[in-house]
């Protein structure tokens, strides 16, 4: 067995899905159970096999004797032919300059030994091989000349080594593809509930899972169909419920906000109004945002780098007007499975998180940076402002729905969704999003998409 810190090195490599373990577990039973079985049967088989060949091979003996024995010295000749080719059977003269070769040393050929001793006699002598000569050699005696009867090894029906490993060889390749077979019969139920999963989690429609089979595969499939079913239901009654909120609370804010102009009051009062106004209409367009369902991931890649330097042009126009600036670089040809909008979306709340709470604590300057490029096999969108920072101990946090900074970053108040919407938007595809506040040098929002293949000229 590996030691403790091999296998704390070794075994989080592997990540073995459900099906290679569930297929290991049950190929090394059925292999386990494969080798007791045959176990058993040759400790069983092995015992009456050797008395039977032992039997027959003094039989065989005990009547060539005797035939050689009664029959006329002429016709012995013709009788040794006879038995050799119809037979298979030599008999030749015994020398003392002969070269011996032992049997094998196994309890089945100890036992074989033995049986033939007791039948012919403790002078019988078995070998496997005299003068290089391989068969069954066993010697018996007439009158005073010592004899050796030959048996060919293939008459005798012995199964070698080499068909053992064949039969062995068979047994296992029906044992694992049993165990395949079976592994697959018991995770595929799971593997159709992990697919649909997966698309319900994309945000997509998921197939309806099949409500047949063993009991608790129909039960567990019914249950999901019915939460899917009520979790698209809900989804529909909050969009629809956010949509009556929106336009019931952005109706009397237009009409306050008329009133305010029309109404006498000093410039620094109308302003203060007007900001709080624009704060209330920032949040509900905030919560929009969130109840908004996320895009269908496209089939094949899209180009990010167009779609980000069209949102960076406008968004840079848009932050010169506030009095900010924003840089831009983008590598060309990067290629991801996301909606566009959906990157829309995600980049414009990092940019317009960055406007709002990154002004330089120096100057009180919105300074923002724009990166896109490939790293391995992601691609990196970075966003990066020169603003106060966060906590390192926040930054989990703040990513959670709601939630707002503190005032010495913030100085304004929000509903605290927008760093929610760009990791949920971001979970659809598979993405990553990590916020790092460096001493001095602001906060840097990184998102990491899986990057795609650029599709083919020639395909439409």
Known sequence: MLPKRFRHAILPRLRLGLFTRS????????LVSLGAWLQIFFDIEEGPRAMQLAQRISTTVSITRS???YAPKKVRPA?????????????QPRENTDVLEPLPHT???ENVSTEVRNRLGSQAIMLWAVNQVPGIWVSFHIDDRQYWLVFDRDQLRLTSGREWLGWIAASLMLALLGAAISARFINYPLS???KVAQQLARGETPTPLPEKGPLEIRDLNIAFNRMALDLRQNEADREIMLAGISHDLRTPLARIRLEIEMGHLSDEARQAIDDDLAQINHSIGQLMEYARPAGLVPETGIDVSRVLQDLGDRERNHTETLGGHLQIHIEPGLQARISA??????????????????????DDQVRIHLNAYQSGTVLRIEVQDQ?????????QRLLRPFARGDQARTGVSGAGLGLSIVERLL?????KFELHSPPGHGLLARIEIPKSKARSADKP
């Open 23 to 30: 297929f290991l577990l049950i190929a090394s039973l059925m």
């Open 67 to 69: 035939a050689l024995v």
């Open 79 to 91: 009788l040794l032919l006879d038995l050799a080719t119809q037979e298979s059977l030599r008999v």
């Open 107 to 109: 309890v089945y050929w």
């Open 192 to 194: 159709q509930l992990a």
């Open 341 to 362: 909008n959906d990157l829309k979306r995600i980049v414009s709340n990092l940019i317009e998180n960055a406007r709002r709470y990154g002004r330089s604590p120096q």
């Open 387 to 395: 603003g106060p920072g966060i906590p390192a101990t926040e930054t």
């Open 427 to 431: 979970g659809q595809v598979g993405g």
